[in-house]
C-alpha cells in the first residue's frame, strides 16, 4: 500500500512541471497525512484489528518517505527498480 502512494508521487514528478506540479504534490501529501492519521491514531489502539494495523504501519511508512523526501530532494523509493538520475528529482518536477 506504501508503494502505491509513492507511484503517485513519482508519476507526477515524471509528467508534471512547475507550479501544476507543485499543488499536485501537496495535495497528495496532505490528502496521505490528513485523511490517513485517523485510521493510524485507531490502529494504535485497536492494534488488534488487523486493517487498522495495516493502516497504521502504512502511515508510518508513508511518513518516513515523506522524512526521506525532505532530507535527499528526490521523490524515487529506495525499492524502485527504476532509479535515473533524471527520474524523481523535486527540483524538476517544479522548474518551468
Known sequence: KTEVH??????????????NAFSMHGFLI???LVIGLL????GVV???V????????TYGRVAAYYLRVC???????ERSV???PEM?????????
Do not use: C
Open 50 to 57: 488487523p486493517k487498522l494495523k495495516v493502516s497504521t504501519d
Open 39 to 42: 485510521p493510524a491514531l485507531l
Open 30 to 32: 496532505l490528502n496521505n
Open 82 to 84: 527504476n532509479s535515473s
Open 71 to 77: 532530507r535527499t530532494g528526490n521523490w524515487m523509493s
Open 88 to 96: 524523481g528529482r523535486t527540483n524538476a518536477a517544479y522548474s518551468n
Open 6 to 19: 509513492i507511484s503517485r508521487h513519482l508519476y507526477l514528478s515524471k509528467h508534471e512541471q512547475g507550479f
Open 46 to 48: 485497536f492494534f488488534f
